[in-house]
């Protein structure tokens, strides 16, 4: 467990918290697509051109899952690690290609558990942005969080 570990105890609504940052390029965005959303506008440049997106754009799962990582090795160092009960997501902005994802989140609500002592859920706000500070994605998860041991 890394030193700066946080548990349900050591947060508090308006933490903030900044993930490094991922450079996505086209033949990521293509391998996520082609195994998991193949899709042209996902798939094939040329093809791209001509749908809704104008040019390749990355799946919203793919910028979902760079998220989840981001969080994880960079974003909310939670004790226990990142454990979701659910939330809202969108997608304002495709990801394209030589965007850097970068991720801040904040603690909007904390709720320790009235039957379960041992944890809490925490509402956090999640806006992953690329270099030009555009939201990407804008991700409400409700996380479960346990109390320090």
Known sequence: MA??????????VGDRF??????IDAE???AFAAMFD????????EAAK???FGGLAASGWHTAAITMRLLVTSGIPLAD????????INWPNPTRPGDVLRVEAEVLEITPSRSKPDRGMVQMRCETRNQRGEVLQHFLPKLVVMRRR
């Open 3 to 12: 030193a700066n570990a946080l548990y349900l105890d050591d947060l508090k």
């Open 50 to 52: 001509n749908t809704f």
């Open 28 to 30: 990521q965005i293509k």
């Open 81 to 88: 690690g990142i454990i979701g009960s659910g939330g809202l």
């Open 18 to 23: 900044m993930s490094e940052g991922h450079e």
């Open 38 to 45: 193949p899709q042209p506008f996902h798939t094939d440049e």
